[in-house]
């Protein structure tokens, strides 16, 4: 009898110590759109909750739906909201329904680029040399997602700019590699681009000059939250709050991330954070 009691004591206390492991581990839905700096810092941040008992999900998908799903609180959070200019559309229509977080990030700019070899400067000039950037038959200016903020701007800029181009839509995978094929041919190309990302450190770009501001002059990126993510989770947000890169620390997450297999962002994400520990530590105090 005894034993028998003492083995219903053993398996109440690993029933008991299961249930408190499992309260203790909170679930955080992070939304992740296919931009190399969202996917730098979604992965970084996952690794870090995982270290404090957080269970970390990353859902994957359009920016626009996944500022939908923050705002109906199908999700936590996403990391990457560009204002005052590029996400501004988007943002209006669900600010009343978010926390906006931060900025983690104060510079960040868009716009047209070419490579260094392109004779051409400025936007303005695209029309009178259309026949160097022809694709299939037609001059074209190669993007990235439908539907991402730096796509609607440049379709202002064909506007603006009465621009006789198509814009390609893609994946911003898809665009560097067409960039990354027209260079080896020293072709011309014309494509949407952003910093911060690890491709101008190794590739010789500019952008072509926007006098028409089309593009905007410098936006800052910040998160957004669901409206009960403070209540919620509030030691998370206070965290999210203290982050804080610049381009080069960015650019040094995505281009470790980018040497180790993009195919495996964490792999990266990991030998990053151990390299910047004190850096890590101040926003996790």
Do not use: C
């Given at each position: 009898?005894?034993?028998?009691?003492?083995?219903?004591?053993?398996?109440?206390?690993?029933?008991?110590?299961?249930?408190?492991?499992s309260?203790?581990t909170?679930?955080?839905?992070?939304?992740?759109?296919?931009?190399?700096?969202?996917?730098?810092?979604?992965?970084?941040?996952?690794?870090l909750?995982?270290?404090?008992?957080?269970?970390?999900?990353?859902?994957?998908?359009?920016?626009?739906?996944?500022?939908?799903?923050?705002?109906?609180?199908?999700?936590?959070?996403?990391?990457?909201?560009?204002l005052?200019?590029?996400?501004?559309?988007?943002?209006?229509?669900?600010?009343?329904?978010?926390?906006?977080?931060?900025?983690?990030?104060?510079?960040?700019?868009?716009?047209?680029?070419?490579?260094?070899?392109?004779?051409?400067?400025?936007?303005?000039?695209?029309?009178?040399?259309?026949?160097?950037?022809?694709?299939?038959g037609?001059?074209?200016?190669?993007?990235?997602?439908?539907?991402?903020?730096?796509?609607?701007?440049?379709?202002?800029?064909?506007?603006?700019?009465?621009?006789d181009?198509?814009?390609?839509?893609?994946?911003?995978?898809?665009?560097?590699?067409?960039?990354?094929?027209?260079?080896?041919?020293?072709?011309p190309?014309?494509?949407?681009?952003?910093?911060?990302?690890?491709?101008?450190?190794?590739?010789?770009?500019?952008?072509?000059?926007?006098?028409?501001?089309?593009?905007g002059?410098t936006?800052s990126?910040?998160?957004?939250?669901?409206?009960?993510?403070?209540?919620?989770?509030?030691?998370?947000?206070?965290?999210?709050?203290?982050?804080?890169?610049?381009?080069?620390?960015?650019?040094?997450?995505?281009?470790t991330?980018?040497?180790?297999?993009?195919?495996?962002?964490?792999?990266?994400?990991?030998?990053?954070?151990?390299?910047?520990?004190?850096?890590?530590?101040?926003?996790?105090?």
């Amino acid at each position: 009898m005894i034993k028998k009691l003492q083995m219903l004591v053993v398996g109440l206390s690993v029933l008991f110590n299961a249930a408190v492991s499992s309260a203790d581990t909170k679930k955080i839905d992070i939304g992740v759109n296919n931009w190399a700096e969202n996917i730098a810092v979604a992965n970084m941040w996952k690794l870090l909750l995982e270290e404090k008992n957080y269970q970390v999900s990353l859902q994957s998908a359009s920016k626009m739906i996944l500022y939908n799903s923050v705002a109906q609180g199908k999700l936590d959070l996403t990391f990457e909201v560009w204002l005052p200019t590029t996400d501004s559309a988007p943002y209006n229509s669900i600010k009343d329904h978010v926390q906006l977080i931060g900025p983690w990030l104060k510079e960040a700019n868009l716009g047209l680029a070419v490579p260094d070899y392109v004779n051409i400067k400025s936007i303005d000039e695209l029309n009178a040399q259309k026949a160097k950037f022809e694709w299939h038959g037609r001059p074209t200016l190669f993007g990235i997602d439908a539907g991402s903020g730096i796509m609607g701007l440049t379709e202002k800029a064909i506007g603006e700019y009465k621009l006789d181009y198509s814009l390609l839509s893609s994946s911003e995978t898809a665009m560097l590699q067409s960039m990354e094929r027209a260079m080896r041919r020293k072709e011309p190309i014309v494509v949407t681009l952003w910093k911060p990302h690890w491709v101008w450190a190794k590739k010789d770009l500019r952008y072509l000059e926007d006098p028409k501001k089309v593009y905007g002059t410098t936006d800052s990126i910040y998160a957004i939250a669901n409206q009960s993510f403070k209540t919620e989770d509030p030691q998370v947000e206070h965290w999210l709050q203290q982050w804080k890169m610049d381009d080069k620390s960015l650019g040094e997450l995505m281009a470790t991330i980018n040497e180790n297999g993009s195919n495996t962002p964490e792999k990266g994400a990991k030998i990053w954070i151990d390299a910047n520990k004190a850096m890590v530590d101040s926003w996790l105090k």
